[in-house]
């Protein structure tokens, strides 16, 4: 199931949010149990939370020493940001931070759909690029927007499944399909939208290389359980895909035939 992503080898394909759940307890207990090597953090949120003292001085601290404390990977991201400017400088203090070049790229355009704002991703990615950053970039299913973000140095693609913590699972499947066959030697990931494990199932059917999910799992009943249940989908999902699935017929076929022998004798 490892597969090699921005440099680095991981065990599991499963990247998790760390937003919105019941307890730290509760978070730190969800990530065991996903198998997570990815966790991604808001920057921007933590800051709030932090009523404009500095981070090393407020509780987000211990949240984030959580997170590393798992063994996990920090992805931090630009929450929150609606200019590429506004990312370009989120980025950077989140590179002080956390110590790492790594970065979940979020551009918003619409406050509604929250989905991202095509020309300034692919401006902030370009930048980011430039000064260093490993960009995991939040966009649409767009093709076109897909293959600019490549132009600007971009080696990770995350295409939503559907708007960000609507449930809504995968949307647009034809135009996540053609991703898939036409990028064929970028790592992409499904980000948003995952509503349930059969969502995941579905992505990782489809060749996707992994799913990143927060709400499906926060905002559960169980968050643990849950976490659990998407880790058995995500690597069932991957494990069907290299198995190659059955195509589907308008017709009938009978599995075992009526004449001769069912089974094949060496």
Known sequence: MSFQIAD??????????????????????A???????????????????????????????GYFELIKQSGAHLLPNTAGCHTAAEAVTLAQMAREI?????????????????????FELVQAAAELVK???????YCTDDLVTCYR??????????????????G???VNPYALRTLRERITDVPLIVDAGIGSPMDAVQAMEMGFDAVLLNSAVSNAHDPVLMAEAFKLAIDAGRKAYQAGIMAEQDMAVATTPVTGRPFVLA
């Open 8 to 29: 680095t080898t991981l065990g599991s394909r499963f990247f998790l949010g760390s937003a919105g759940y019941p307890s730290p307890y509760v978070l730190e207990q």
């Open 31 to 61: 990530i065991a149990a996903s198998g997570a090597q990815v966790v991604t953090v808001s920057l921007k949120r933590q800051l709030a939370q932090g009523c404009g003292r500095p981070v090393e001085n407020n509780q987000g601290q």
């Open 98 to 118: 956390f110590n790492t070049h790594w970065i979940k790229l979020e551009v918003i355009g619409d406050t509604y759909t929250l989905q991202p704002d095509p």
């Open 131 to 137: 000064l260093g950053f490993e960009v995991f970039p």
């Open 149 to 166: 973000l490549l132009d600007a140095g971009c080696r990770v693609l995350m295409p939503w499944g559907a708007p960000i913590g609507s």
């Open 168 to 170: 809504q699972g995968l």
